[in-house]
Nanobody, 120 residues
């Protein structure tokens, strides 16, 4: 089993950067694909990025070129570096461990979320 905890959210202005962290506990972390999802008020949870257990990455078109996902297995942490933030990036960001697809239902373990607010 894996426990996940996000941190690093906050209030920033458009064009700024933030780095989110997802700290994992559990011996099997190394074998999991870890993704970031986000959910804005009144909208469905959407896929942002995923990093596989072997280090492969994939991004949603809306963040490609601006966001970078990485993992430090020694620290048991996955990061989401977010650059050139836009107001439409405002959402609660969740990290999740599981199957590696773009679908939330494919992930069994979730963190509690961290709020990112981008002002114009």
């Amino acid at each position: 089993q894996v426990q996940l905890a996000e941190s690093g959210g906050g209030l920033v202005q458009a064009g700024d950067s933030l780095r989110l962290s997802c700290a994992a506990t559990g011996r099997t972390f190394l074998s999991y694909n870890v993704a970031w999802f986000r959910q804005a008020p009144g909208k469905e949870r959407e896929f942002v990025a995923v990093i596989t257990w072997s280090g492969g990455t994939r991004y949603a078109d809306s963040v490609k070129g601006r966001f970078t996902i990485s993992r430090d297995n020694a620290k048991g942490t996955v990061y989401l570096q977010m650059n050139s933030l836009k107001p439409e990036d405002t959402a609660v960001y969740y990290c999740a461990a599981g199957g590696g697809s773009n679908w939330a239902r494919d992930y069994a373990y979730w963190g509690q979320g961290t709020q990112v607010t981008v002002s114009s």
